[in-house]
């Protein structure tokens, strides 16, 4: 019979946190000039959750997209 555990070293690990810990910051940093909650990046953490919420935030109303362009302040003909 085989074993199916994998047994990761000291380097591994602290290799693969620092990894995962600069992913989160940097997405949690994204998410806030997107204007959402940077606490959605936790949902990146949970297997299956993660593509939902990356599906999920990619169809969401973005209001940068979705606002209407100001108009044009009104400017004086030339010549005056």
Known sequence: MTETVIHLGFWELLIGSIVTMYMLI?????????????????????????????????????PFVDRKPAPLPASAPDGE
């Open 26 to 62: 940097a997405g949690g940093w994204v998410l806030a000039k997107a204007g959402r909650s940077p606490l959605w990046i936790l949902l990146l953490l949970f297997p299956y959750i993660n593509v939902l919420a990356v599906w999920v935030f990619a169809f969401i109303r973005w």
